[in-house]
């Protein structure tokens, strides 16, 4: 009889973390409900884009921040600007060059939580064809059973994704950081 | 020299802010004139970045200079000077101050309706007067040019009288303008 329970609680050891892993909730992202934004620095003053199109894999629980993991594919040549010059610049080769490098891909899986509705991901970015460490914070204004708000940011260098090349790779007119702004809407699946 | 316009003579402010924006102006209609037809560069990116903040200051210097303008006496103009050239001068002298504002107006709403802001000089961020806006653009675009037309034809017809008065009419008119 003992044997019995020994075997039981053997097998309940090895799948409870599967068990646990399998219940991440995963989320399907809103996309008219949900924004990407950069904003960069020209001639000292600030111009912002955002792109259209992007799609997540988002595998999210709060309760749950060693078993999550989020993938978001963004669509480059998606990029929109007011001034459509600004854009078409940015799809050419010496910037994203979307014809080459057509998608961006950001990954986190490492989630601190470091407030109240406020997490830290680690994860990576990559554009073109270089793939970087970001640092991406953000906070929940909405989560429940069914449906999740995520507003966050970042900090990138465009040089290290060698986004500007050439003479672009100065930085007195067009600065090195860029601030990415989001907003993540999503049901639960 | 003094400092405000006497009856005969333009003060050492005056003179200076008309030889000033003089230089500044026309380098800016330059600029702007040679600027327009670059390709997408750096170079291009620079420039224009320059003549936004350099529009700013006349602006700035403008406004200045308007309340000098208001608040001081002007030199007459010659007595024997027909009353049509008295006219013709002053309105000249009037729609400067019109150019004046409206180049770097217009120039603020084209930057602001393209959602790329001007920076003065790194200092402070200029506000958006309008929000990005295609048409709008396009529009103030094309009132911006204008006006610099228009005003490369004043001061034209400025400079012509100025010289036809120094070389030809052998009076004080342009000498009242030199320090």
């Known amino acids: 009889m003992s044997q019995y329970f020994k075997k039981i609680f053997a097998i309940v050891i090895i799948i409870l973390p599967i068990l646990s892993f399998a219940d991440v909730s995963v989320w399907q992202l809103i996309?008219?409900?949900?924004?990407?934004?950069?904003?960069?620095?020209?001639?000292?003053?600030?111009?912002?884009?955002?792109?259209?199109?992007?799609?997540?894999?988002?595998?999210?629980?709060?309760?749950?921040?060693?078993?999550?993991h989020v993938r978001i594919v963004i669509d480059m040549s998606s990029v929109s600007t007011d001034y459509a010059d600004v854009a078409d610049t940015l799809k050419t080769a010496e910037w994203f060059n979307v014809v080459s490098f057509p998608q961006a891909v950001f990954t986190a899986e490492n989630f601190t939580q470091t407030g109240n509705h406020s997490y830290q991901a680690n994860g990576t970015l990559t554009i073109r064809d270089k793939t970087v460490p970001v640092v991406m914070i953000f906070t929940l204004e909405g989560f429940s059973q069914t449906t999740a708000r995520a507003k966050g940011s970042a900090m990138l260098k465009r040089l290290a994704f060698e986004v500007g090349q050439g003479e672009w790779q100065k930085t007195d007119n067009v600065q090195d950081e860029v601030q990415v702004q989001f907003t993540v809407a999503a049901i639960k699946k | 020299m003094l400092i405000k316009n006497t009856e005969n003579h333009y003060g050492a402010m005056a003179i200076l802010l008309h030889w000033g924006m003089a230089l500044l102006i026309i380098g800016l209609l330059g600029e702007g004139l040679y600027m327009v037809n670059l390709p997408i560069s750096l170079q291009k990116l620079k420039l224009f970045g320059w003549h936004k903040e350099y529009g700013v200051l006349v602006l700035i210097l403008v406004c200045f200079r308007l309340g000098w303008r208001l608040t001081n006496s002007v030199p007459a103009l010659p007595i024997n000077l027909p009353k049509w050239q008295k006219i013709a001068a002053r309105m000249a002298h009037w729609s400067?101050?019109?150019?004046?504002?409206?180049?770097?107006?217009?120039?603020?709403?084209?930057?602001?309706?393209?959602?790329?802001?001007?920076?003065?000089?790194?200092?402070?961020?200029?506000?958006?007067l309008i929000v990005p806006n295609t048409d709008l653009r396009i529009f103030f675009t094309e009132i911006h040019q204008w006006l610099a037309y228009g005003l490369i034809a004043v001061i034209c017809l400025h400079m012509g009288a100025a010289f036809k008065h120094h070389f030809i009419n052998k009076d004080n008119v342009l000498r009242g303008m030199l320090p």
């Open chain 1, 31 to 68: 996309p008219e409900k949900s924004s990407l934004i950069f904003t960069a620095t020209q001639n000292n003053a600030p111009v912002s884009g955002k792109f259209k199109k992007f799609a997540g894999d988002i595998h999210f629980d709060p309760a749950q921040l060693k078993a999550s």
């Open chain 2, 96 to 128: 400067f101050y019109v150019f004046m504002f409206a180049m770097p107006i217009t120039g603020w709403l084209i930057t602001s309706a393209a959602g790329l802001p001007v920076s003065f000089f790194g200092w402070i961020t200029l506000p958006d």
